[in-house]
């Protein structure tokens, strides 16, 4: 049985930092990665690590987010540093397949933890 098991959300003032992590059980993932989901807007990726170390972000995270991988403990962590209120939203771990051809990333998710709330307000 393949589980995602997220920790790590909670509330935070704007400019603070949050650590994600998911733990995957069940599977090896060639990518790993964390979507998002604010109230009433789409699901959107915000990280992905691929199991190289090749890591791709969506823009309104870039130097301020961290993704990382423990390949021997089948983990990935998400650091968010400088975090704003539009950061606030539910976190999802996920795990698939995909790679990288010409600069394109390609990641086609098909496991999903059950996700993790982050708020950021003062």
């Known amino acids: 049985q393949v589980q995602l098991v997220e920790s790590g959300g909670g509330l935070v003032q704007p400019g603070g930092s949050l650590r994600l992590s998911c733990a995957a059980s069940g599977s090896i993932f060639n990518a790993m990665g964390w979507y998002r989901q604010a109230p009433g807007k789409q699901r959107e990726l915000v990280a992905v690590i691929f199991s190289g170390g090749f890591t791709r972000y969506t823009d309104s995270v870039k130097g301020r987010f961290t993704i990382s991988r423990d390949n021997a403990k089948n983990t990935i962590n998400l650091q968010m540093n400088s975090l704003k209120p539009e950061d606030t939203a539910v976190y999802y771990c996920?795990?698939?397949?995909?790679?990288?051809?010409?600069?394109?990333?390609?990641?086609?998710?098909?496991?999903w933890g059950q996700g993790t709330q982050v708020t950021v307000s003062s």
């Open positions: 996920n795990g698939g397949g995909g790679g990288v051809r010409n600069g394109v990333v390609n990641y086609s998710p098909t496991y």
